[in-house]
């Protein structure tokens, strides 16, 4: 049990900011954060940040595939910048970042996440995803031109 508070601890705020990115949805972040975590305790022993996303992100496709649905974004943002005009321009650039990642396909989506939310390395990516390195980097490349030109009104 040790172990997976510590594991838990360590991991728990670029897991979650991973899931926000990756569903645009506060509370469905939090409730998959909250499932990953209950699955990893009751199914396994060894708890490592790549089980950790496969899990969380399986957990979302059987999310998406059942509700089908597109929700609306609903994310409640809490910074600690003093300056109340920085926080709600800060507030509303991340929400707007939240929405251009929606735009962005799933898969493209999944990976750009685990690589800034968690700052993972292309071999963990490619263990979390079954992609090749080489495929990773190029999948970040591009997603990350997408999410530009999404960000300047270019793509729809």
């Known amino acids: ?16 900011n991973y899931l926000l990115k990756l569903t645009g949805d506060y509370d469905l972040a939090s409730d998959l954060m ?19 996303y496969k899990i ?6 059987d999310f998406y595939r059942k509700s089908k649905k597109n929700s609306e974004l609903n994310v409640e943002v809490t910074l600690s910048i003093t ?6 321009i800060a507030k509303e650039d ?3 970042l939240l929405k251009a ?3 962005l396909p799933l898969e493209e989506r999944q990976i750009l996440s685990l690589k800034v939310s968690d700052n993972l ?5 490619s ?11 190029v999948k970040i490349h591009r997603a990350r031109q997408k999410l530009r030109q999404i960000l300047k009104g270019g793509l729809k």
Not at 56 to 61: F, P, T
Not at 83 to 88: A, P, T, Y
Not at 121 to 125: D, F, G, R, T, V
């Open 127 to 137: 263990e979390i995803t079954g992609l090749t390195v080489a495929n990773i980097k």
């Open 94 to 96: 991340y929400k707007n």
């Open 1 to 16: 049990m040790r172990e997976l508070k510590e594991f838990y601890k360590n991991t728990k705020v670029p897991f979650f």
């Open 101 to 103: 990642m929606q735009k």
């Open 34 to 52: 909250q499932d990953t975590y209950i699955k990893i305790y009751e199914n396994y022993k060894v708890y490592n940040k790549s089980l950790l």
């Open 56 to 61: 969380a992100y399986n957990l979302y496709i």
């Open 83 to 88: 300056d109340v005009e920085e926080s709600l």
């Open 121 to 125: 390395s292309y071999k963990e990516i």
